[in-house]
Every structure is written in C-alpha cells, then in structure tokens.
C-alpha cells in the first residue's frame, strides 16, 4: 500500500495532509524518516510513528469501552456529551460506530467498531447475541418480578414475549439478567413491565466478552482476535 494510502486509511486526515505529513518528516517506520508518500509498503504488523506517537496499522478497529454515565451513544449527541468524545480524532475520522446503543444514563461494556460486517453480526434481530445486565431497582425486588423476568413480558409496541435468562437476584434491589435482543430500553421495559424501575443499569457482558473488571470508567482497549470472536459468540437458542 501507498505510504500516503495507509496514513489516510489510519484517519491521518485528508490524501493531501497525509502528503504533507510525509513530506515534512513526521513519519517514522522502524525509526527511519519516510519522507516519499508514494513508497510501497507492507502493512502487515506494520508499526509506525506520527510526531513521535507509536501507532499499529489496524485495518479495521474494534474497541471496548467501559462507558461512563451522562454521555450519548450518538455523533450529534442532544442533551449530554457523545461518548465519541472519549477517543482521539484518528478513530473519529475513521468512521468509528457504537455497537448497538446504550442510554446515557446507562454504564458499562460499549463496542464500538469501523467494520459494517461485525456491527451487523451482533445488532442484527435475527442474530442472538447475550447481553448480560446489572439493574438496581427502586423498589425491592420480588419473586414474582423474577418469575416474570423468566417466563416473559410483554412490551407495548412490540409483537410477542420477552424474556430474560439467568436471572438472578443479587441484593434486595439488584439483579442480574441476559436479554437476547436489542430493542429501545429493553431493560428498563422490562422491569417497567414487571412493577419496578431501574435506578442504575450496568453492562456486563456481550456474547461470551465480560468487561474486565480492571477497566476503569471511560477507559478503552482494542480487542484481541479472540476478544472479537467472543463477542460474536451467539446465544443457543
Ligand atoms: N436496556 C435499557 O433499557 N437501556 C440500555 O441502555 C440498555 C438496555
């Protein structure tokens, strides 16, 4: 690949700023300037510097982000900050999408990624991915709203039974729950649906991927192959 192709690839900015920042001897491969933005290149664990700042050249991106509460799954976020604020503009220009969406005022595990085909793999209706919940509840929590958890509800607006698995109590006003679609609120409808409401939601776990438990609000890491596939494990349903 061209020098200046894969600078743009990596969000460097436009063809032309790519050019220029080659030109003026900003980028560094194993430490040697590479001042032609025409030379070929191998990207294949391609490491590389820009301004000194050590990069990986990633084809597609795939990020973790433990999200914090008050920001929006949106790029014209209308009340709150975007969670797209949480990452440096290279990712940014290169497109990055949430993976679903969580509300503002929901915490935990976000994937955001660049590859349309992983998106659709895991927030598609068709495709079972497991979403694994944390909710505090308002009121105390009853046997007969986990019962009902289980054995499914319905939800206004939407056609047929929605139930949650592994629906387990944690404390008086917290359980955990795996819903296997992703429809609007889905929790807090749920739990609506069952005579309670949720005063806190966490997400803990995508597919067979759990947010590590070292990852601190707002904090983010790219995700390993295997990381990858975890995610896209698929419910047995
Ligand atoms: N269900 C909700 O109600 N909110 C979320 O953010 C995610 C799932």
């Known amino acids: ?20 920042l080659i030109k003026e001897g900003h980028v560094r491969i194993n430490d040697a300037i590479c001042d032609q933005p025409k030379q070929k290149i191998q990207t294949e664990h391609l490491a590389f510097q820009v301004f000194g700042e ?82 505090t509840t308002a009121d105390p929590i009853t046997p007969a709203q986990l019962e009902s958890l289980t054995s499914g509800v319905e939800l206004r607006n939407e056609e047929g039974i929605y139930r949650a698995t592994n629906v387990q109590q944690l404390a008086e006003y917290q359980l955990e729950m795996t819903i296997h679609q992703g429809l609007y609120h889905q929790v807090k409808r749920m739990i609506a649906a069952v005579g309670n409401k949720v005063v806190q939601l966490h997400r803990q776990q995508i597919g067979q991927l759990t947010l590590p438990s070292d990852l601190a609000e707002s904090d983010w890491y790219y995700l390993s192959e295997q990381d990858i596939q975890l995610a896209k494990t698929q419910d047995l349903l």
């Open 54 to 135: 050590h990069y990986q050249f990633r084809e597609k991106i795939y990020i973790a982000l433990n999200k914090p509460q008050g920001f929006e799954c949106s790029h014209q976020p209308q009340y709150h900050q975007s969670v797209f604020a949480l990452f440096p503009e290279m990712l940014i220009q290169r497109n990055l999408q949430c993976v679903g969406r969580l509300d503002q005022d929901t915490t935990g595990l976000l994937l955001l990624t660049d590859d349309g085909q992983f998106l659709q793999a895991l927030t598609h209706p068709r495709k079972h991915v497991a979403k694994v919940y944390r909710v």
């Open 1 to 20: 690949m061209l020098l200046e192709k894969m600078l743009q690839s990596q969000g460097f900015g436009s063809r032309k700023e790519c050019q220029r």
